[in-house]
């Protein structure tokens, strides 16, 4: 298995960093997880020019200077997702600070960039497993605040917040967690947007303090052409139990059902009728069945 690092093809396995680099021990390195998926025209990545903008957004809410273009990076993913033949499985790139730092802010503004593709197969993870129905709880552990860090930036040392709140709900015995905001409202999963349904009305959180999901974006344009309401508000956690159906979506779960929320069932048995519509439709689009969303492909 091979990984790109600064332009070069290399053994994945030396694709490494000192323990007291400044990314490794400040939690500085930013990070994108694109979907390789199955097309009728062959194996593509999902939403690539979507997740590279993030990636230089993030960079940019960091103050990290990154040493490559948008199309450079572009391309690199495509050739690493190449080299490796992978068919059904993820990218993953990060751009760090790779030198050996003691001080908060790195000292030697160099910025490695490295890029890992590979099947899922590969990892032992088998995605059908992870889209399956969710028993959520809530964690006591609120997202954290726009004016400590810039939570829109895919940092690594953001996700301790969300580690933590898993870790939480895990120990409970639910399989994943919700998210509520210093305010109150819902925020998001770990490592997903959520979305909850109620009378073919759609809603999700706003992006106050959410990440500005790739997917999310993707399904709320799927959904407003397939005719449901969708809107973006502030939802109370008060309100979950509310609502007929819920459900994440995510790079790597598209669309995942959630069944209940804090040990409580949903109103409608899970997965319910608008999750499912919305599921398939997802599914025909990522398998390039659907010419509207062709854009969201780019085939390796």
């Keep these: 298995m091979k ?3 600064n332009g070069q093809m290399v053994p994945w396995e030396t694709a490494t960093v000192p323990i007291l680099s400044h990314s490794f021990s400040r939690g500085s390195a930013i990070f994108e997880v694109v979907d390789v998926v199955n097309t009728v025209k062959g194996p593509a990545l999902f939403g690539l020019a979507e997740h590279i903008d993030r990636f230089f957004n993030s960079a940019a809410l960091t103050f990290m ?9 572009a391309a690199a993913v495509i050739a690493t997702a190449g080299q490796n033949g992978v068919k059904n499985g993820a990218a993953k790139f990060f751009a760090y600070y790779p ?4 001080s908060v802010t790195p000292t030697n503004p160099k910025v490695d960039v490295a890029i890992f593709c590979t099947d ?7 995605q059908e497993e992870r889209s399956k129905p969710a028993r959520v709880g809530i964690s006591s552990f609120r997202k954290i605040h726009g004016g400590t860090v810039p939570v829109h930036a895919k940092v690594a040392g953001n996700y301790v917040n969300a580690f933590l709140a898993k870790m939480e709900v895990k120990k409970k015995g ?5 998210m509520l905001d210093t305010a109150g409202f819902v925020a998001e999963g770990a490592t997903s947007n959520v979305f909850f349904v109620s009378d073919d009305k759609v809603k999700t959180p706003t992006l106050t303090s959410a990440l500005p999901g790739v997917t999310r974006r993707a399904l709320i344009e799927l959904i407003r052409d397939m005719g449901y309401g969708m809107n973006e508000t502030d939802i109370r956690p008060e309100q979950l139990l509310e609502f007929d159906e819920a459900f994440y ?6 669309v995942q059902p959630i069944a209940s929320i804090d040990g409580k069932d949903l109103k409608k048995p899970c997965p319910g009728p608008v999750t499912c519509a919305v599921k398939e439709q997802m599914n025909l689009a990522i398998r390039g069945e659907i010419e509207k969303y062709a854009k ?5």
Excluded: C, H, M, N
């Excluded at 979506?249 to 598209?254: L, R």
């Excluded at 969201?296 to 390796?300: C, D, N």
């Design 99 to 102: 030198l050996i730092e003691f």
């Design 249 to 254: 979506s995510g790079s790597v779960v598209k």
């Design 3 to 5: 990984a790109w690092l």
């Design 296 to 300: 969201w492909l780019t085939l390796i």
């Design 120 to 126: 899922y197969a590969y990892l032992g993870l088998k």
């Design 174 to 178: 639910y399989d994943d967690v919700i």
């Design 65 to 73: 200077e990154l040493p490559l273009t948008r199309d450079e990076l």
